[in-house]
């Protein structure tokens, strides 16, 4: 079992639309919880932390639930700049465990 | 958060030969980690890079395949030996200091083994 899962979609949808993405993940000692963004060619980068109380970061809003270990992404009035690969990383020992990424087409 | 500058960019091998990538820090991490990502895929931890001390690998990465080294808290190599066209890849190294901040990665480096 992979320690961290993802459904890679893609999930493709209109600008303008509201979009969730779901991860979970298998070590329920993980200690911290993020979301990176993959550009094609280009290397991840961090959109943001996920916090047990939930946190929102303009358009995006980031969930866990410890209980369930799982984590979500949502992103409302999705963008065509949004259009990338969405990782759930997973952190336990200091070290990230990515997911496989869940692909994003965001169109016109 | 810690700029990272890695290099080669890119670069096509002859199978058998050996080439070694480098992460420059430009401020002082606590942790270096290697990845590899194939294409279409997540990214794979390889290992710690431990300064001062041998690297940690993970399970089907060893220290003969993938020697590293780490010299200080701002620098660090991978090198990809006796290379074979199983190991065409995307590279990338990760550092940090703070976990709750996340890591910041470089570049990467597409290896290319013919």
């Known amino acids: 079992r992979k320690e961290v899962e993802q459904d890679p979609g893609p999930f493709n949808v209109p600008e303008g639309a509201t979009v969730a993405f779901n991860c979970t993940y298998s070590n329920s000692a993980s200690q911290s919880f993020f979301w990176y963004r993959q550009d094609c060619r280009k290397e991840p980068k961090l959109l943001m932390s996920?916090?047990?109380s939930g946190n929102e970061d303009g358009r995006f809003t980031a969930q866990l639930n410890r209980a369930s270990q799982y984590i979500s992404l949502l992103i409302r009035d999705s963008k065509l700049s949004d259009s990338a690969t969405y990782l759930c990383?997973?952190?336990?020992?200091?070290?990230?465990?990515f997911g496989s990424g869940t692909k994003l087409n965001v169109k016109p | 958060s810690a700029v990272i500058s890695q290099k080669p960019s890119r670069d096509i091998c002859q199978r058998g030969t050996s080439l070694t990538i480098q992460c420059q820090v430009d401020s002082q991490v606590t942790m270096m980690f290697w990845y590899r990502q194939q294409p279409g895929q997540s990214l794979t931890l390889i290992a710690t890079?431990?300064?001062?001390?041998?690297?940690?690998?993970e399970s089907g990465f060893v220290i003969d395949k993938f020697p590293i080294s780490r010299p200080n808290l701002t620098f660090s190599t991978l090198t990809v030996s006796n290379m074979s066209p199983e190991d065409s890849s995307i590279y990338l190294c990760s550092g940090g200091t703070a976990v709750a901040g996340g890591y910041t990665f470089g570049s990467g480096t597409r290896l290319t083994v013919v």
């Open positions: 990383v997973v952190n336990w020992s200091n070290k990230f465990y």
């Open positions: 890079a431990n300064q001062g001390s041998e690297a940690t690998y």
């Open positions: 996920v916090y047990s």
